[in-house]
Antibody, heavy 113, light 112 residues
Framework: EVQLVESGGGLVQPGRSLKLSCAAS????????MAWVRQAPKKGLEWVAT????????YYPDSVKGRFTISRDNAKSSLYLQMNSLKSEDTATYYC??????WGQGVMVTVSS | DVVLTQTPPTLSATIGQSVSISCRSS???????????LNWLLQRPGQPPQLLIY???RLESGVPNRFSGSGSGTDFTLKISGVEAEDLGVYYC?????????FGSGTKLEIK
C-alpha cells in the first residue's frame, strides 16, 4: 500500500523559512517522479514542485520559483520541500504526491505574524 | 501550461441519480508513448484527494464500479452511475502528460 506521510508544518512568520518532509513507503520510491501540491483554505489544488526520479530535474510554478526547493533522498525514500521567504499567500495545506495519483494526508503551513 | 476546464462547478444530485462531469484540456493529453495521463480525484470534506480513475478510464483498486471515466484527446468525462451519499465532495481532473501536471478547478457534488 502506498503511504506518504508529511511532517514539518506549522506557524511561521513572513520572510522566514520552513522545511517539509515526506516519508514514502509501499512502493519503489526511486522509480517515481514526486511532487508537492498545496491547497489554500477553501481553495482548489495548486501544484508547487515536481522532481524527477534521480533528482536531477526540478520544476516550479512562477509563484514559488526562486523561493522553494524540492529535493529527495532515494536511499531514505524521502521527499523534501525547503520553503524560503515565506509569504502570507503560501498559507495552505501541503500534500506530498506520487505523480498525480497518490497523496499524503497533508501538513498545514500558516504564514502569519 | 495545460489548462483543464472542468464543468459544471457545482452539481446537486439525489441518491441514485446518475451524473457526469466534463474536463476539457487546452491541448491533447495523448502522450508520445500512447498513454493518456488523465486522472480523476475525489476530495471528501476534510480529507486529502484520493484517486478514482487513472489513464482516463481505469478504475483504481477499491473504487466502486459506479464510477467510470471516458474520453480521449482533449475531452474527458467522469460518470457516477447511481450517486450515493458517500460520493459528496469535490472532484478534480488532473493531467500529467505535459509537465507540469495541472488540475481542473473542481466540481463540487452536493447531495439533495
Amino acid at each position: 500500500e502506498v503511504q506518504l506521510v508529511e511532517s514539518g508544518g506549522g506557524l511561521v512568520q513572513p520572510g522566514r523559512s520552513l522545511k517539509l518532509s515526506c516519508a514514502a513507503s509501499g512502493f519503489t520510491f526511486s522509480n517515481y517522479y514526486m511532487a508537492w501540491v498545496r491547497q489554500a483554505p477553501k481553495k482548489g489544488l495548486e501544484w508547487v514542485a515536481t522532481i524527477s526520479t534521480s533528482g536531477s530535474r526540478t520544476y516550479y510554478p512562477d509563484s514559488v520559483k526562486g523561493r522553494f526547493t524540492i529535493s529527495r533522498d532515494n536511499a531514505k525514500s524521502s521527499l523534501y520541500l525547503q520553503m524560503n521567504s515565506l509569504k502570507s499567500e503560501d498559507t495552505a495545506t501541503y500534500y506530498c504526491a506520487r505523480g498525480a495519483s497518490y497523496w499524503g494526508q497533508g501538513v498545514m503551513v500558516t504564514v502569519s505574524s | 501550461d495545460v489548462v483543464l476546464t472542468q464543468t459544471p462547478p457545482t452539481l446537486s444530485a439525489t441518491i441514485g441519480q446518475s451524473v457526469s462531469i466534463s474536463c476539457r484540456s487546452s491541448q491533447s493529453l495523448l502522450h508520445s508513448n500512447g498513454n493518456t495521463y488523465l486522472n480523476w480525484l475525489l476530495q471528501r470534506p476534510g480529507q486529502p484527494p484520493q484517486l478514482l480513475i487513472y489513464l482516463v478510464s481505469r478504475l483504481e483498486s477499491g473504487v466502486p464500479n459506479r464510477f467510470s471515466g471516458s474520453g480521449s484527446g482533449t475531452d474527458f468525462t467522469l460518470k457516477i452511475s447511481g450517486v450515493e451519499a458517500e460520493d459528496l465532495g469535490v472532484y478534480y481532473c488532473v493531467q500529467s502528460t505535459h509537465a507540469p501536471f495541472t488540475f481542473g478547478s473542481g466540481t463540487k457534488l452536493e447531495i439533495k
